[in-house]
């Protein structure tokens, strides 16, 4: 097996990595056995194994092969306890699982514990993971408040991790010469080269999961009611994503659709509510032309005529003028007022007669209010 501890484990196929990981843990338990648990290249042993171990059950999970994911991470798990410095790696990948297999609940318990580790170190790169992680499993439990919290605080994090990227790449371009290498320092050269490869290279990834991180923080916006703000987070989104992603990246292409919707709701509800308005514009012109003829009725060149109509009347003699008749209704009226009168004054006959019990009067009184009912006009 010693051999085999600098072998270059990215060049191995997934069948040798699996034997590998076999050789590992052969290994491993041999050396506890015979030197115990503080053996150094056992530590180092086990720390390649942890490191494998998440790495295969990532790439299962991404293929779906929720089984083999899940028996590498267990693994990792124990792994974790001769190495706890991959426990926040290994949490974090069984978190993603379990929240993969609709297990949100365990997936929740297993990034609380990974945050707790994680903000007890004094530097740490995996916090903006874990938030970040931690806002898509508040999100499905639909606790949104405390979804968006930790999105912003990995976006906080994210960005000052990539400032400082930015600040120590340009202290390094001022510092290098721009003259041509010699041969000794050739190799210095390329070595340079890479790892300023290697380092754009991180730094895109970083700016990707930034991305992904403003994507979430417009679905929790939407989620709480705030239209405008998802829209401008969504469209600051696309705006990075063109800088930083390839132009047929998937999470490139969502963000594009979803700004589009956003335009096109809002182009319908600005049609709407033109439409909406539109019935109430005959109804002002038509008040405005009601004040024109009100004021062209009282114009003083109106009044001049009335003046002048009034004057001619004045000056027609008596005689010309036609009175009306007396208005018909007045005999109805009278008619009316005498049938009302001897009702009134049969009710008070009868009323007197029924107080001194003269009942000899009644067939007169029926014959009285029998003729008074027939005088009736209705």
Same mark, same amino acid.
């Given at each position: 097996m010693s051999d085999n501890e600098n072998i270059d484990i990215t060049n191995l196929s997934e069948g040798k990595i699996d034997k590998y990981i076999q050789q590992l843990e052969s290994s491993i338990l041999k050396r506890s056995t015979i030197y115990g648990f503080d053996d150094l290249t056992m530590m180092k042993q086990n720390q390649l194994l942890c490191k494998l171990l998440n790495q295969q059950g990532l790439l299962a999970l991404q293929k779906q092969n929720f089984e083999q994911c899940i028996e590498y991470l267990k693994k990792a798990e124990v792994a974790t306890i001769y190495v706890p410095e991959f426990k926040v790696q290994t949490f974090n990948n069984l978190a993603c699982y379990y929240r993969k297999m609709g297990?949100?609940?365990?997936?929740?318990?297993? %990034? #609380?514990?990974? +945050?707790? *580790?994680?903000?007890? @170190? =004094? !530097?740490?790169?995996?916090?903006?993971?874990?938030?970040?992680?931690?806002?898509?499993?508040?999100?499905?439990?639909?606790?949104?408040?405390?979804?968006?919290?930790?999105?912003?605080?990995?976006?906080?994090? %994210? #960005?000052?991790? +990539?400032? *400082?990227?930015?600040? @120590? =790449? !340009?202290?390094?371009?001022?510092?290098?010469?721009?003259?041509?290498?010699?041969?000794?320092?050739?190799?210095?050269?390329?070595?340079?080269?890479?790892?300023?490869?290697?380092?754009?290279?991180?730094?895109?990834?970083?700016m990707s999961i930034l991305v992904v991180a403003y994507h979430n923080l417009g679905v929790e916006m939407e989620h709480l009611k705030l239209q405008f703000e998802s829209k401008k987070i969504f469209q600051s989104a696309l705006q990075l994503s063109e800088q930083c992603l390839p132009q047929d990246h998937q999470l490139r292409h969502t963000l594009g659709d979803i700004t589009k919707k956003y335009n096109h709701e809002q182009q319908q509800q600005q049609t709407n509510e033109q439409l909406a308005l539109k019935p109430l514009l005959p109804k002002v012109h038509h008040k405005n032309s009601e004040l024109n003829q009100i004021y062209k009725s009282v114009s003083p060149k109106q009044l001049l005529k009335r003046n002048i109509l009034f004057q001619q009347q004045k000056i027609i003699p008596y005689k010309t003028i036609k009175f009306t008749k007396k208005n018909s209704l007045s005999e109805t009226y009278r008619v009316e007022r005498d049938r009302i009168m001897s009702i009134n004054v049969t009710t008070e006959v009868i009323t007197k007669s029924q107080e001194n019990k003269d009942i000899s009067n009644v067939p007169y009184l029926k014959t009285v209010l029998d003729t008074v009912n027939q005088t009736t006009i209705f």
């Open positions: 297990k949100t609940r365990t997936a929740l318990q297993y %990034l #609380q514990q990974a +945050l707790q *580790i994680e903000l007890q @170190q =004094k !530097q740490s790169n995996s916090l903006p993971d874990i938030y970040l992680n931690l806002c898509a499993v508040l999100s499905q439990l639909e606790r949104h408040d405390e979804a968006i919290q930790h999105i912003y605080l990995s976006i906080i994090m %994210l #960005q000052h991790e +990539l400032l *400082i990227s930015s600040f @120590q =790449k !340009q202290d390094l371009k001022q510092d290098q010469e721009p003259t041509l290498p010699s041969r000794q320092s050739s190799v210095q050269f390329v070595n340079t080269v890479k790892s300023n490869c290697n380092e754009n290279k991180k730094i895109q990834e970083r």
